[in-house]
């Protein structure tokens, strides 16, 4: 969605990127679980955006850290950022 609203713009073609993406050694892709889920719509004191919340109950469900530079998820004390 960032990139069909112009809003990150990629150097390739976004499934060209998934697809190099996904072969790296380093990057695991975890799918959203029930769990996450369920937490995602639990967590408080974090705005509303449904992604952000999705990826900030991701890194609390598998005690990992979230690379971003959004205010309010630094800012949330149940997570740790890098950035």
């Known amino acids: 969605m960032l990139v069909a609203k ?14 190099i993406s996904e072969s790296l050694p380093f990057v695991e892709f975890i799918p959203v679980s029930n769990r996450i889920a369920l937490q995602s719509v639990h967590l408080q004191e974090l705005h509303n955006d449904p992604a952000d919340r999705i990826i900030v109950a991701t ?4 005690s990992a850290p979230v690379v971003s530079a959004d205010s309010k998820i630094i800012a949330y004390p149940f997570v740790k950022t890098i950035w």
């Open 59 to 62: 890194a609390i469900e598998l």
């Open 6 to 19: 112009n809003r990150l713009e990629l150097s390739i073609d976004l499934n060209d990127w998934l697809t």
